[in-house]
């Protein structure tokens, strides 16, 4: 089985100031990697995604995380944040050949202007 | 044209009721998801069908039954609804096994 921690549910950030949440996993097999984000009163929307290659991976609205093996993390940063990226951030994973996706808890973010 | 499409959006009933969620997706993906959100916003997944086929069925009550009459559907049948039913319930879709998902649009449940 897989398990996912985000170590932060809560991030208040300036705008403007860059940011990073956290996300550590847990698995016995090779895994996929996301990060999905949720607008209030929204569905999941993908930010970016894990399957192979570069460790680095770029995705929407500015958004990069880089992949850990060692460490078995997925860390979320954009170097400069706006109101706009209020949101539910959750990071997720599911086993390479396996279905169905295992999410942490969600880091919510706060853009205090 | 919305990519994975869930009615209705809000569905509010009493206790003992049963209810219908649908979920269609119009992206020719073979796999289809249930998740629950619950109100801490935790995401778990219930169920998965590929190919109108049962793959993924999490611990969940057997008042839930999944229903996927072809590819590009998925519906959700709640009986004898409880108030710890209470929860927004997204539909998701995928080509099987690629690991990224569609979510729709979600249909928030209250039960009374």
Redesign the interface.
């Known amino acids: 089985a897989q398990s996912v921690t985000q170590l932060d549910s809560q991030v208040p950030v300036f705008e403007e100031a860059p940011v990073e949440l956290r996300c550590n996993y847990s698995s016995s097999v090779s895994v ?1 990697l ?1 990060w ?1 984000v ?1 607008y209030p009163n ?5 930010l970016l ?1 894990y ?1 192979s290659g570069s460790t680095l991976v770029k995705g929407i609205n500015g958004f990069e995380a880089e992949f850990n093996k060692s460490q078995t993390s997925f860390h979320l940063r954009k170097p400069s944040v706006h109101i706009s990226d209020t949101a ?1 951030y ?1 990071c997720a994973v ?1 086993p ?8 942490g ?2 880091t919510h973010l706060i853009i205090q202007p | 044209d919305t990519a ?1 499409s869930q009615t209705p959006k809000y569905l509010v009933t009493q206790m003992g009721n049963d209810k219908s969620i649908k979920c269609e997706q119009n992206l020719g993906h073979d ?1 289809m ?1 249930w ?1 629950k959100q619950d109100s ?6 219930m169920f ?1 069908y ?1 190919n109108k086929e049962l ?2 069925n999490e611990t969940v009550p057997n008042r839930f039954s999944p229903k996927s009459p072809d590819k590009a559907h998925l519906n959700l049948h709640i009986n004898s609804l409880e108030l710890g039913d209470s929860a927004v319930y ?1 539909c ?1 879709s995928s080509q ?2 690629s ?8 249909t928030r449940l209250t039960v009374l």
């Open positions: 996929y996301f999905y949720q929204q569905g999941l929307q993908l995604k399957l539910e959750f599911t390479r050949g396996a279905d169905g996706l295992t999410f808890k969600g | 994975v796999t998801y998740y801490k916003k935790f995401l778990k997944i998965s590929n793959i993924i997204f998701a099987y096994r690991g990224e998902q569609f979510f729709g649009p979600g």
